[in-house]
Structure formats: C-alpha cells, structure tokens
C-alpha cells in the first residue's frame, strides 16, 4: 500500500498501537510541587512517577485552568504506568496556583521585549524545569485540550530548549478571530466559560484557597472591598470580571487582542505538533491554519514534522473518543483510542521508538457517511475539484423554509431575476442547533426547525454518492435596510427522510466584510458582493441525499444577536429590525463552492 492516500478498516488500529510503550502493571507516585515562575509566583503541580526503572524518564506536561485533580488524573496515570513522568499543573491563579489568572497572559510572549505586553513566560518556565530535573532525560512533551492547547501554541514561539514534541487537541490559533469574536460577532463561549468556572465576578478571581470552586468568604469580601473603596469603583466595575470588560472593551482587531495571536507568529515555531481536531468542533479552522502554517513557516525541526487529524467528534475528548455524535452513530472506526494516539505520538519523540509516525501521511480524516479513515499527504486536498452550485428561486420541494431555493449547478440565466428578502429581529433570533455548538444539544443534529426559519437552498436528490472535502467558500449578493447585520450560513447533508444534518456554521458580520481592524457600517439598501470561507468538512452524501445551504442573520445562544445599529454588542440594546436581501440573478450569481473528491480518485 503506497502513501498517497491511504484507506483502510486496519488502518485505525495502526494509528494507535504499533510501537507504543508497553502498558506496565507498574505503579506509580504522586506528589504536588509547588514550581517557581521567575517573577517569584508558584504554580502547584502535581508530579506523577513512575515507580520501576531507575530512570531518568521523559516527561510529559499538561497545564490547565480546570484544576490537576490532586493526584488522580487518569491520564497522567495511564502515561505514569507506561514509563513517562508526567506533570499536570494549575495555571497561575487557579486552583491551587498562586497569582491572579488572566487568560493566556502568562504563558508567553513573541518578541524579544516580552514587557510590551507581559513578562511572565509561565509555560517556558515549567517546561524547563521539567527538563533539568534529575529524572528527566530531558525531552519533555505536551499536551492538553482547549485552553490546554492554546496555552501550547501561546509557549511554543518562546522555544523551551527542552520542548521536544506538542499534542495539541481542539483550540485557537487567534483569540479573537478564532474564539473571542469569531466573524465578527461576540462568541457566547467565553461569557459562558467565565460564568461556569466562577470567573465571571471579581470577588472571586483574588487567589484564595479553593478558589476554583464557589468562594464567598470573609476574606475574599474584605479583598474585594479594599479594591472597591481604594479604587473609588462603583459597583457595577468592582463586581464584573475584568476579563469579561476586557473582551468587551475590545471588539476589533487591535493590539490587545494581537498578544493572543500565535498565528502572527508560527515562523518562530520549531517543534513537532499533532494538532488533533474534529468535524463538529469550533476550533477546526484554526487548528488547520496553525498545520499549515507551521509547515510554511515554521523552523527546521518543526516544518516535516507537523500532524492532523480530524475526526467526527465535537469539542471534548475521553479516553475513547465517542462514536455516537449528537443524533448518529459514525461506526466502530470513530471510537478512536485517544489515550494510545497521544502515547504513539510522545513514544515516537520523547523515546525515540520506530513506530511509523515518520513514514506516515501527515493527514488523517474521517469521512463521515463513508465512517472511515483515511490518510492524506495535504488537506485542503490537491485533488478536488471545484464545483459551483448557484442559489435559483426554485421550489426545491425539500422543506417548508421562508423561500425553499435551488441548489443547482446551472449558472442563473438571462429569465432569472432572483431575491428574496426577510426580517431579522434580534428580540426573536434563530436558534442554534447541533454542530459546534458550545453546549448541549451539539454534533450532528436535525437543523429543520432552524431552516424553516431561514432561506434555504437545496439541491435535487444527489444521482450518486459525492464526496465533499475541505474548505467550502460562499459568495452571495445581498443588501439590508439596516447599517449593519450579520450574516449566518450553514450547509447541511439532507437524507432521503428530510433529516437535516448540520456539517458546518460560520458568521460574517456586515460591517466586518473588509476585516475586522477597522469595520465600517452598511449604506442601507445598498447591494454589496460577500465571500465567506466555511470551516472545513469532509462528508460523503449519499445516493438519494441532498446538499443544503442555508442563510439567516443570527443563531443564538452561539452568537450574540446583532441589533443592527452598527453599535458594539453591550450598547445595541434592544436594536431595529431589518430587512435583509439575498439576489442570485445573472448578475449577481449567489453561490457556493463545493471541494469535490472525484470518485475515482477515493480509495
């Protein structure tokens, strides 16, 4: 079997269990360590070792915001008994930690002046601890998930000498294009994230003992006081996160927002990062940006040795990832072994087993419909073919939505005098439904009660089976009433039952269609040219199933609704309703891009 392409049932086990440490019955001890950051501050860790062998061990690090869970975290356990030190250690403020915690602030910097923005470099500092202890050999890796990723991809442009390999599972690239504002529009993620791990009022973000639980004690009060009075803060500025006024006082691309951009940055990585990702995750764009990047830009030791996988899973990871996805099953092949991935990975870097990882395609993904795996050499795919599918009037007699349009391959001819318009009410936004949905109900969902709510476009049942991988693109025609509005589009696999299955959401916001340094308002009425590149996808729509691309102009409570008043989302109250136009005549052909796999090139 050659590399180009690779596909197989075998194919999965290979991913996770050639050539990886033996799992020892051995035990192991814990310990917590209190490691020094170089302005004095401590970050609690807790130390897991292996309890046979004389050592020195390679090490493995995990720093977190979501607490070490004193001495019985699972994984490091699992990677304890395999012959691996492994540290997980609460970041500086939460938990055990000391300090004040602000997201990514501390993990590192990108220039050579790291007091522009903050000097503290608190995963450099770890990692080289890590590496100069006596039962290190000296190669240290890391992993984590979400903000355990992103405060990886924050470390790795400060270049540790001891960081050896990163795996990196599901987070940005840029805080604020990728997570923060995500097209434009505040991300309902981070308000929620703040709220849900007690970060969200100042009384509780001093450190205090047990402070990632619900703290409310006299000395947390007098703390919070004393700011208060000295301070002369009204009450409304003492109790908000300063985190959450941050982002909120910040809602372009500016330089607050540039500290948190390692994709600004990816020429000064050079170490080897399996960037592991998912279908249904809302950081699959980022993570292919930061591949692709690296391998462009990154140093010598970084730019052959860059990996990805996708697979069909949402945001989260467990020792096996799921095979259930919100309403499917994608099959035996999706319950990934998560656990014995990572472990392939650090045995191939940190021990230097001859395991397979070097010969391999750098690409890995899971075709959902087809519920296979298959190995890539690129992604996006230099094989596809690129189809249009132009918005008609139609019926397509799919769906009761407010137009039921055509998804056709025919370009509108010299009779079509195409548009339709609708009213976005931002007090009555759609719903979000399944896909990266940051909670429940997320993955593959039926999107019907949102497209009948919005304007759809669908293609006549497919003739035979279609495999669409990689970037989908949107071009679209359209005016509004109002001066600014937000623009949501979602394309979604429709089986012969009428089943909708969301793939892929993205957002634009109107007046951040020339980026987001310097929006500009909307001139109402006005017809404007947009062009939205939808996260990545790999899907095969099957015989008798259809392709279906929906737009509307909010999906809440992903988004934040637009009160389309051209004002900064804490200040549009309760905002206008506006009416919003798509065309799709001859001359202005609506439509969307569709990465084709031809079928005689799919394994």
């Given at each position: 079997?050659?590399?180009?392409?690779?596909?197989?049932?075998?194919?999965?086990?290979?991913?996770?269990?050639?050539?990886?440490?033996?799992?020892?019955?051995?035990?192991?001890?814990?310990?917590?360590?209190?490691?020094?950051?170089?302005?004095?501050?401590?970050?609690?860790?807790?130390?897991?070792?292996?309890?046979?062998?004389?050592?020195?061990?390679?090490?493995?690090?995990?720093?977190?915001?979501?607490?070490?869970?004193?001495?019985?975290?699972?994984?490091?356990?699992?990677?304890?008994?395999?012959?691996?030190?492994?540290?997980?250690?609460?970041?500086?403020?939460?938990?055990?930690?000391?300090?004040?915690?602000?997201?990514?602030?501390?993990?590192?910097?990108?220039?050579?002046?790291?007091?522009?923005?903050?000097?503290?470099?608190?995963?450099?500092?770890?990692?080289?601890?890590?590496?100069?202890?006596?039962?290190?050999?000296?190669?240290?890796?890391?992993?984590?998930?979400?903000?355990?990723?992103?405060?990886?991809?924050?470390?790795?442009?400060?270049?540790?000498?001891?960081?050896?390999?990163?795996?990196?599972?599901?987070?940005?690239?840029?805080?604020?294009?990728?997570?923060?504002?995500?097209?434009?529009?505040?991300?309902?993620?981070?308000?929620?994230?703040?709220?849900?791990?007690?970060?969200?009022?100042?009384?509780?973000?001093?450190?205090?003992?047990?402070?990632?639980?619900?703290?409310?004690?006299?000395?947390?009060?007098?703390?919070?006081?004393?700011?208060?009075?000295?301070?002369?803060?009204?009450?409304?500025?003492?109790?908000?996160?300063?985190?959450?006024?941050?982002?909120?006082?910040?809602?372009?691309?500016?330089?607050?927002?540039?500290?948190?951009?390692?994709?600004?940055?990816?020429?000064?990585?050079?170490?080897?990062?399996?960037?592991?990702?998912?279908?249904?995750?809302?950081?699959?764009?980022?993570?292919?940006?930061?591949?692709?990047?690296?391998?462009?830009?990154?140093?010598?030791?970084?730019?052959?040795?860059?990996?990805?996988?996708?697979?069909?899973?949402?945001?989260?990871?467990?020792?096996?990832?799921?095979?259930?996805?919100?309403?499917?099953?994608?099959?035996?092949?999706?319950?990934?072994?998560?656990?014995?991935?990572?472990?392939?990975?650090?045995?191939?870097?940190?021990?230097?087993?001859?395991?397979?990882?070097?010969?391999?395609?750098?690409?890995?993904?899971?075709?959902?419909?087809?519920?296979?795996?298959?190995?890539?050499?690129?992604?996006?795919?230099?094989?596809?073919?690129?189809?249009?599918?132009?918005?008609?009037?139609?019926?397509?007699?799919?769906?009761?939505?407010?137009?039921?349009?055509?998804?056709?391959?025919?370009?509108?001819?010299?009779?079509?005098?195409?548009?339709?318009?609708?009213?976005?009410?931002?007090?009555?936004?759609?719903?979000?439904?399944?896909?990266?949905?940051?909670?429940?109900?997320?993955?593959?969902?039926?999107?019907?009660?949102?497209?009948?709510?919005?304007?759809?476009?669908t293609t006549p049942p497919l003739q035979e089976d279609t495999e669409i991988t990689g970037l989908p693109i949107v071009e679209f025609y359209a005016s509004s009433?109002?001066?600014?509005?937000?623009?949501?589009?979602?394309?979604?696999?429709?089986?012969?039952?009428?089943?909708?299955?969301?793939?892929?959401?993205?957002?634009?916001?109107?007046?951040?269609?020339?980026?987001?340094?310097?929006?500009?308002?909307?001139?109402?009425?006005?017809?404007?040219?947009?062009?939205?590149?939808?996260?990545?996808?790999?899907?095969?729509?099957?015989?008798?199933?259809?392709?279906?691309?929906?737009?509307?102009?909010?999906?809440?409570?992903?988004?934040?609704?637009?009160?389309?008043?051209?004002?900064?989302?804490?200040?549009?109250?309760?905002?206008?309703?506006?009416?919003?136009?798509?065309?799709?005549?001859?001359?202005?052909?609506?439509?969307?891009?569709?990465?084709?796999?031809?079928?005689?090139?799919?394994?």
């Amino acid at each position: 079997m050659g590399r180009k392409h690779l596909h197989s049932s075998i194919m999965i086990a290979s991913l996770v269990l050639i050539g990886t440490s033996a799992a020892h019955a051995q035990t192991f001890t814990c310990e917590e360590v209190m490691i020094p950051m170089r302005d004095g501050i401590r970050l609690a860790a807790d130390v897991y070792k292996p309890s046979q062998g004389a050592g020195p061990f390679p090490v493995i690090v995990e720093r977190t915001p979501y607490g070490k869970r004193d001495c019985e975290h699972s994984a490091a356990q699992y990677y304890a008994r395999r012959g691996y030190v492994t540290i997980i250690q609460d970041e500086r403020g939460r938990y055990r930690s000391e300090g004040i915690y602000y997201w990514w602030r501390d993990h590192g910097g990108f220039t050579e002046d790291a007091d522009e923005w903050g000097a503290n470099y608190d995963g450099y500092d770890t990692i080289e601890w890590a590496g100069t202890q006596s039962w290190s050999t000296g190669k240290v890796g890391t992993m984590g998930l979400s903000m355990g990723c992103f405060n990886q991809y924050m470390t790795a442009p400060t270049a540790p000498p001891h960081l050896t390999a990163m795996f990196c599972t599901q987070a940005a690239g840029n805080a604020y294009k990728d997570l923060f504002y995500q097209g434009g529009a505040l991300h309902m993620i981070m308000p929620t994230w703040l709220l849900t791990r007690n970060e969200m009022a100042r009384p509780f973000r001093v450190n205090f003992p047990g402070r990632g639980g619900y703290v409310g004690g006299h000395d947390v009060w007098n703390e919070w006081y004393r700011e208060k009075q000295l301070g002369n803060l009204d009450m409304g500025a003492s109790m908000v996160s300063n985190l959450l006024e941050d982002m909120m006082a910040n809602p372009h691309y500016n330089d607050y927002w540039k500290q948190f951009a390692v994709d600004e940055h990816m020429d000064k990585i050079d170490v080897p990062i399996m960037h592991f990702g998912s279908w249904y995750d809302r950081y699959s764009r980022p993570q292919l940006t930061m591949f692709n990047g690296v391998r462009e830009q990154g140093g010598p030791n970084a730019r052959n040795a860059q990996n990805i996988v996708y697979g069909p899973w949402t945001h989260g990871a467990g020792e096996v990832m799921n095979r259930v996805v919100g309403d499917l099953d994608f099959g035996p092949e999706a319950a990934l072994d998560y656990n014995a991935l990572r472990l392939r990975w650090f045995d191939y870097h940190l021990k230097g087993i001859d395991n397979g990882f070097g010969s391999e395609p750098p690409v890995r993904i899971f075709v959902m419909g087809e519920n296979r795996w298959r190995f890539e050499n690129e992604f996006p795919l230099a094989r596809a073919q690129h189809r249009d599918y132009y918005f008609r009037a139609g019926p397509s007699g799919s769906i009761e939505s407010l137009n039921d349009g055509l998804l056709s391959s025919d370009a509108p001819d010299g009779d079509d005098r195409g548009s339709v318009s609708y009213e976005y009410d931002p007090m009555n936004p759609v719903p979000t439904i399944g896909g990266d949905f940051f909670n429940q109900p997320a993955g593959a969902r039926d999107h019907r009660p949102a497209d009948r709510l919005s304007l759809t476009f669908t293609t006549p049942p497919l003739q035979e089976d279609t495999e669409i991988t990689g970037l989908p693109i949107v071009e679209f025609y359209a005016s509004s009433s109002a001066v600014d509005t937000d623009w949501v589009v979602a394309i979604s696999d429709v089986h012969p039952s009428g089943y909708s299955q969301i793939l892929r959401q993205n957002l634009l916001r109107a007046s951040h269609r020339d980026g987001h340094e310097e929006p500009r308002p909307l001139n109402p009425g006005e017809i404007e040219a947009y062009r939205m590149e939808l996260y990545p996808i790999s899907n095969l729509f099957g015989e008798g199933h259809r392709i279906r691309v929906t737009i509307t102009s909010s999906s809440f409570p992903k988004w934040f609704p637009n009160g389309n008043q051209f004002e900064t989302d804490d200040r549009d109250s309760t905002g206008v309703v506006a009416t919003n136009t798509i065309f799709f005549d001859r001359d202005r052909p609506s439509r969307i891009t569709l990465p084709i796999i031809p079928p005689s090139s799919r394994p």
